[in-house]
C-alpha cells in the first residue's frame, strides 16, 4: 500500500472526502517528525512508539577496498510495535 492508497483507505473508513484525509495524514507525518527533531518519543496507544535514538561511532569496513573506516555517530529512527498492532499482524 502506498501513500495513495493509504489516504484512500482512511477517507473511507473515517467516511472524510480524499483532501480531508490527506492533509489529516500529512499533518500527523510531520508533527511526528517535529516531535521527533526535538529528541521527544511519540506514543500511540494500540500502534507502536516512534523514538529517537543515538548511534556510537563505530568501525566498520569498505566493501570496495577492504580498508577500515569510522563510521560516525548519528541520530537514528526506532519504532516499537504497539501491542494492539502486534495482535493484528498475528
Known sequence: ?????????????AELTKVDAKRALNAMIETIGEQMAKDEAVSVL??????????????????ATKQKITIPARKAVRFKVGAGLNEKVK
Open 1 to 13: 500500500m502506498n501513500k495513495t492508497e493509504l489516504i484512500s483507505a482512511i477517507a473511507e473508513k
Open 46 to 63: 494500540g500502534f507502536g512508539t516512534f523514538a529517537v535514538v543515538e548511534r556510537p561511532e563505530r568501525q566498520g569496513l569498505n566493501p
